[in-house]
């Protein structure tokens, strides 16, 4: 996928819509906290939901709590389910990523 397909957000209803289109649901990766907050965020599809120890599902709310206290985005293609979280740095404007 060219990387121009990407496009960030912060906006919890983009992410939202964007994973119910292509059958997602927030997760985290298991192992990966820090003092009780996960370190890294996923998404699971369709059948990934059914068969990882590794990657478990969260609740939209947990998700959302982590993806702010970690000052995060995520670069969403909307043509596909290709994704990827990445962590602000810095100053941004939020409506650079709306």
Not at 34 to 46: Q, R, S, T, W, Y
């Amino acid at each position: 996928m060219r990387r121009g397909n990407l496009r960030p957000t912060r906006d919890h209803t983009k992410i939202r819509f964007w994973a119910a289109q292509h059958n997602g649901v927030p997760a985290e990766i298991t192992g990966m906290k820090f003092d009780g907050v996960p370190n890294i965020l996923h998404f699971l599809f369709g059948d990934e939901r059914a068969g990882s120890l590794k990657i478990q599902p969260i609740s939209w709310e947990d998700f959302f709590a982590h993806f702010d206290v970690l000052g995060l985005s995520v670069a969403l293609d909307a043509n596909s389910s290709q994704f990827q979280i990445v962590q602000v740095k810095g100053k941004v404007d939020p409506s650079s990523f709306n």
